[in-house]
């Protein structure tokens, strides 16, 4: 069906910066919006940032001024710059789409598996 595959995370020091890719792949007719969730150890999952197809965006205030979300609708892919980054920002980072099949079939959403990002102080 449709599989999201989320890269670019790893080990970065307090203040560095990571570059995260999600990848869409699959039997896919459109994508609407596209977003990141980071959910730290023993948290929930939280929303990060949103980007709509035309590209309006939408972040969390703990990361406003600190990361920006973009897509390449051409390549289904989503990505998330993060920078200035902190120790709580430490955990894995999830991708999400509303992905249409076919027409005129409905949206739906689907989840990457994750891509860990830890912050060392």
């Known amino acids: 069906q449709v599989q999201l595959v989320e890269s670019g995370g790893g080990l970065v020091q307090a203040g560095g910066s990571l570059r995260l890719s999600c990848a869409a792949s699959g039997n896919i007719f459109s994508i609407n919006d596209m977003g990141w969730y980071h959910q730290a150890p023993g948290n929930q999952r939280e929303l990060v940032a949103t980007?709509?197809?035309?590209?309006?965006?939408n972040y969390a205030d703990s990361v406003k001024g600190r990361c920006t979300i973009s897509r390449d609708n051409a390549k289904n892919t989503v990505y998330l710059q993060m920078n200035s980054l902190k120790p709580e920002d430490t955990g894995n980072y999830y991708c999400?789409?509303?992905?249409?099949?076919?027409?005129?079939?409905?949206?739906?959403?689907?989840w990457g598996q994750g891509t860990r990002v830890t912050v060392a102080s």
């Open positions: 999400n789409a509303d992905v249409r099949t076919s027409w005129p079939q409905f949206y739906r959403n689907y």
């Open positions: 980007i709509t197809r035309d590209g309006s965006t």
